[in-house]
């Protein structure tokens, strides 16, 4: 069992407290680190669960391995920074390891991926508490320091963390759309017949793009831990948060992705400051359920289920 | 007036920047037949899934028994009394021939017909036991027939009931179909002539979602623009 | 599909009599662990009833069953209301049902099925461990609640206390054995088979007549209230309710009763988990941390060996096939 809830970001470690006037800012601040975490490993869901149709209960993982392999190499090594580049790679690894192994014959099989994934990720995780040990694993952020923003004063590492995801959500927009690679993938996720017809491989296309999904949840990883408390079991928080954003935000575009961040990252922040976390968690997920109800395909989409 | 049962007035319908259905009337009768024709891709499926409340036209109105019924939720509209055979034959795979109309008789408000009654109606009496994903396609679309009366409907719609089936096939549908006129309304969709011909009823035919020709049948066949859209040369 | 009415009868009269002449070769200490593998076989049959027969996954279906426990809980040990033990189990079953019922109606009635149905269930069932944890005030936290009374109630000037082994045994086979056939007498006639058609084909049973999501919501609702009551028999038995109970491990532990134990036969589910859990508590004895590995590895494993999910109950066909095949290869 998880010891402790940990909720994504900023609503645990070193909370920053609001005064007063940059009441404003400072929330709006947290609320952009948790959009942002919660884009980059949604980006993945929305990747595998939105457009391949495959629910992976391991993406979790994703972030879990990420955020392990900065304490691992910080505590060999102490660079943050080649940790955060190694995160990434260690989410390719397990993700395309999975998709090798499992995923890519279960297509047809829904319920026999979301179990054998679920499977996959309760090995993960004792796998890491067998290798690491119990406890929560100590990362300390590359900058300690605080910026003054002229209306707030705000921790340097959360905007360093805000720009890298940004950056890497434009850089994934340009792949997609000015790559042939990315091309490739948008045809065989509108129409995977006439995608094999033309001679693009979709095995091979939707492999890429499931390891392309779980590196980024593995940077979402890296990037987070030294915010969160890094313990096996942190991923099903983020997880079920993506699912969310996912559900929410409707599948099939980057605007439904963001759209979805906003609403699930947005809502818990605000409410963080009003509620304790789980009770914030549980309007979350009704606000989640009722806006599905009003706008079955997402809040920005018009793409069918 | 008083014995019309479906009355769609002005239908049209666009999907984006695409004019789908264009001014279309139909009035059905209660227990009459009629067909809706026109070659692939006249708009003939979509009419009819406006008749039967499941699109929204765009401009229009569909009335049954007076009633708007677009946007209703399809059991309500089942429930009303109108019963709809779908294109694909779709019949539930892994419940027996016997079940399947089972399953449609309890979906019904009042149900009349027994079960043993359906079956022989729609000639699959020995085949009560068998699954009905192993049955051949003729007799699927027969078991939906079949399950289609069972909910005793005032308005039966046919989507292409003879697709996929062979002559022989074809006119016996035609002939369950005749022997069932006068019970309820019936409205076939379909583009096999042979079988309007067998039916011999009052036709309207659709091109690019547009009325091309109304009227009783063997005044349709006859017509030279129908010919000419049907060999395709308009 | 249940195969063939009879067997699956003859069974379950096979384990009602196995049930009934254990008391007289088992000791105390026997008689309480299979009690309580029979309230997890009620909790597996209760996700089986709604699983098995609407092919829906629920991956938060503990979330109920620790509703039950708690509300269970909450009214035994609050000594100002009377009769707490049947009160409490009636509102453990409410309790369940009515969360049930919200939820559920959001998502039949907004058009999720699937994995978005699984999805959602899932981190309902996160979040109701969260709140267990955090709203210590009435949850007791991470401990949980302790010195829960064992049931006891009159009925009829029938006095009933199962502080007892032998008697919350009796008390406890009795439920499971009534509810399972309750749970198999409806799964197997109209009700069942309109859900088969509705998982077969939900548009075309709509087009029929029928209230698709009514229909799926009750069942989901019978079935939240059924893990909810078997959450309530369990903190009585065990005298404490803890977030465990509630949690995410327990959701999946019962898939895999069911899942091994043979999804829609509602029999084979209690079966899974009174054998499961024995497994368990040999495998825990020697490293508690390597049953969530090997509950993982079993996960992977009934995708990969139970193709079709039929379970424990199809190993008889299976190997049947298996040996046919070598001696056609030979």
């Given at each position: 069992m998880p010891p402790k809830a940990c909720l994504p970001a900023c609503a645990n470690a070193s909370p920053v407290r609001p005064d007063a006037m940059d009441f404003v800012v400072t929330t709006l601040l947290n609320a952009l680190t948790l959009i942002s975490i919660l884009m980059l490993v949604g980006l993945g869901l929305a990747i595998s669960f939105g457009l391949m149709n495959v629910t992976n209960l391991a993406h979790g993982e994703f972030v879990t391995v990420g955020a392990f392999a900065v304490y691992f190499v910080q505590s060999i090594d102490g660079s943050f920074w080649l940790g955060l580049a190694a995160a990434p790679i260690a989410g390719a690894v397990v993700g395309c390891i999975l998709e090798f192994a499992i995923i890519r014959h279960l297509y047809s099989r829904p319920v026999s991926t979301v179990l054998a994934t679920w499977g996959v990720s309760l090995i993960l995780q004792q796998g890491l508490e067998l290798t690491f040990g119990l406890g929560a694993k100590p990362v300390t952020p590359p900058i300690e320091g605080t910026l003054d923003l002229f209306f707030t004063v705000y921790p340097a590492y959360r905007l360093i963390l805000i720009t890298i995801a940004a950056l890497t959500l434009l850089g994934v927009v340009l792949l997609i759309s000015r790559t042939s690679f990315g091309l490739d993938i948008r045809t065989v996720i509108q129409n995977r017949e006439m995608a094999e017809g033309v001679g693009i491989n979709t095995r091979r296309t939707y492999a890429i793009a499931f390891t392309f999904g779980a590196a980024i949840a593995g940077l979402a990883g890296g990037l987070v831990a030294p915010l969160a408390i890094v313990l096996p079991q942190m991923g099903v928080n983020y997880l079920a948060n993506a699912f969310f954003v996912v559900i929410v935000g409707g599948v099939g575009s980057i605007g439904g992705l963001v759209a979805g961040s906003v609403f699930v990252g947005g809502l818990t922040s605000v409410l963080n400051y009003q509620i304790s976390p789980s009770l914030a968690q549980a309007i979350v997920l009704l606000a989640a359920i009722v806006a599905v109800r009003l706008r079955p395909n997402g809040l920005f989409n018009g793409a069918s289920r | 007036m008083s014995d019309v049962l479906l009355q769609a007035e002005n239908v049209g319908i666009r999907f984006?920047?695409?004019?789908?259905?264009?001014?279309?009337?139909?009035?059905?009768?209660?227990?009459?037949?009629?067909?809706?024709?026109?070659?692939?891709?006249?708009?003939?499926?979509?009419?009819?899934?406006?008749?039967?409340?499941?699109?929204?036209?765009?401009?229009?109105?569909?009335?049954?028994?007076?009633?708007?019924?677009?946007?209703?939720?399809?059991?309500?509209?089942?429930?009303?009394?109108?019963?709809?055979?779908?294109?694909?034959?779709?019949?539930?795979?892994?419940?027996?021939?016997?079940?399947?109309?089972?399953?449609?008789?309890?979906?019904?408000?009042?149900?009349?017909?027994?079960?043993?009654?359906?079956?022989?109606?729609?000639?699959?009496?020995?085949?009560?036991?068998?699954?009905?994903?192993?049955?051949?396609?003729?007799?699927?679309?027969?078991?939906?027939?079949?399950?289609?009366?069972?909910?005793?409907?005032?308005?039966?719609?046919?989507?292409?009931?003879?697709?996929?089936?062979?002559?022989?096939?074809?006119?016996?549908?035609?002939?369950?179909?005749?022997?069932?006129?006068?019970?309820?309304?019936?409205?076939?969709?379909?583009?096999?002539?042979?079988?309007?011909?067998?039916?011999?009823?009052?036709?309207?035919?659709?091109?690019?979602?547009?009325?091309?020709?109304?009227?009783?049948?063997?005044?349709?066949?006859?017509?030279?623009?129908?010919?000419?859209?049907?060999?395709?040369?308009? | 599909?249940?195969?063939?009415?009879?067997?699956?009868?003859?069974?379950?009269?096979?384990?009602?009599?196995?049930?009934?002449?254990?008391?007289?070769?088992?000791?105390?200490?026997?008689?309480?662990?299979?009690?309580?593998?029979?309230?997890?076989?009620?909790?597996?049959?209760?996700?089986?009833?709604?699983?098995?027969?609407?092919?829906?996954?629920?991956?938060?279906?503990?979330?109920?069953?620790?509703?039950?426990?708690?509300?269970?809980?909450?009214?035994?040990?609050?000594?100002?209301?009377?009769?707490?033990?049947?009160?409490?189990?009636?509102?453990?079953?409410?309790?369940?049902?009515?969360?049930?019922?919200?939820?559920?109606?959001?998502?039949?009635?907004?058009?999720?099925?699937?994995?978005?149905?699984?999805?959602?269930?899932?981190?309902?069932?996160?979040?109701?461990?969260?709140?267990?944890?955090?709203?210590?005030?009435?949850?007791?936290?991470?401990?949980?609640?302790?010195?829960?009374?064992?049931?006891?109630?009159?009925?009829?000037?029938?006095?009933?206390?199962?502080?007892?082994?032998?008697?919350s045994y009796i008390f406890v086979a009795a439920i499971v054995a009534v509810a399972v056939l309750t749970l198999w007498s409806i799964s197997r006639g109209r009700w069942g088979t309109v859900l088969t058609a509705i998982q077969d084909n939900e548009v075309r049973a709509a087009a029929l007549g029928h209230n698709a999501p009514l229909r799926l919501l009750v069942t989901f609702v019978l079935s939240a209230a059924i893990a909810g009551l078997a959450g309530a028999l369990y903190v009585c038995m065990a005298g404490l309710v803890a977030p465990d109970l509630s949690g995410l491990l327990l959701s999946t532990e019962v898939i895999v009763w069911v899942a091994v134990g043979g999804r829609g036969t509602l029999l084979g589910p209690v079966l899974g988990a009174i054998f499961i859990q024995r497994a368990q508590q040999t495998i825990s004895s020697f490293n508690p941390s390597l049953w969530p590995l090997l509950l993982g590895c079993v996960f992977v494993f009934v995708v990969i060996v139970f193709i079709l999910p039929d379970g424990i109950l199809s190993i008889y066909a299976r190997l049947k096939v298996l040996f046919k095949g070598r001696r056609r290869a030979q």
């Open positions: - | 984006g920047g695409l004019q789908a259905l264009e001014a279309l009337d139909l009035t059905v009768r209660d227990k009459e037949l009629c067909c809706i024709i026109g070659p692939n891709g006249a708009g003939k499926s979509t009419f009819l899934n406006v008749l039967t409340g499941t699109l929204r036209p765009t401009s229009g109105s569909v009335r049954f028994l007076g009633r708007d019924i677009a946007g209703l939720p399809l059991h309500r509209i089942a429930r009303l009394g109108i019963a709809r055979k779908f294109q694909i034959p779709s019949v539930f795979p892994s419940l027996s021939v016997e079940d399947n109309l089972k399953v449609a008789r309890w979906g019904a408000p009042s149900p009349v017909r027994p079960v043993a009654e359906l079956l022989e109606l729609v000639a699959l009496g020995n085949r009560a036991a068998t699954l009905a994903g192993e049955l051949a396609h003729g007799q699927k679309q027969w078991l939906e027939i079949g399950m289609a009366l069972a909910i005793e409907p005032r308005l039966l719609l046919l989507d292409e009931p003879t697709a996929g089936m062979t002559p022989q096939e074809t006119l016996a549908t035609a002939e369950m179909l005749l022997r069932l006129k006068g019970e309820f309304s019936i409205v076939a969709v379909e583009h096999d002539i042979r079988f309007v011909r067998a039916l011999n009823c009052e036709t309207l035919v659709l091109h690019q979602g547009r009325r091309l020709r109304s009227g009783p049948f063997h005044d349709i066949e006859t017509d030279e623009m129908v010919r000419d859209v049907y060999l395709g040369r308009r | 599909m249940i195969a063939g009415d009879r067997n699956w009868l003859l069974i379950f009269a096979a384990c009602v009599a196995l049930a009934t002449i254990y008391p007289l070769i088992a000791d105390g200490y026997q008689l309480t662990v299979i009690r309580d593998a029979l309230i997890f076989g009620l909790f597996a049959a209760s996700l089986d009833f709604f699983w098995g027969r609407t092919g829906i996954l629920c991956f938060g279906h503990a979330a109920f069953f620790g509703i039950g426990g708690y509300i269970m809980a909450l009214v035994t040990l609050n000594d100002a209301i009377p009769f707490a033990s049947l009160l409490g189990i009636m509102g453990a079953v409410a309790g369940a049902a009515v969360v049930a019922a919200i939820i559920g109606y959001f998502l039949f009635f907004g058009g999720i099925r699937g994995s978005y149905f699984t999805i959602v269930t899932l981190a309902m069932g996160v979040i109701c461990q969260q709140a267990a944890v955090s709203w210590s005030s009435v949850t007791g936290g991470d401990s949980g609640l302790i010195g829960i009374p064992p049931i006891e109630f009159d009925v009829g000037g029938l006095h009933v206390d199962l502080s007892q082994d032998l008697p």
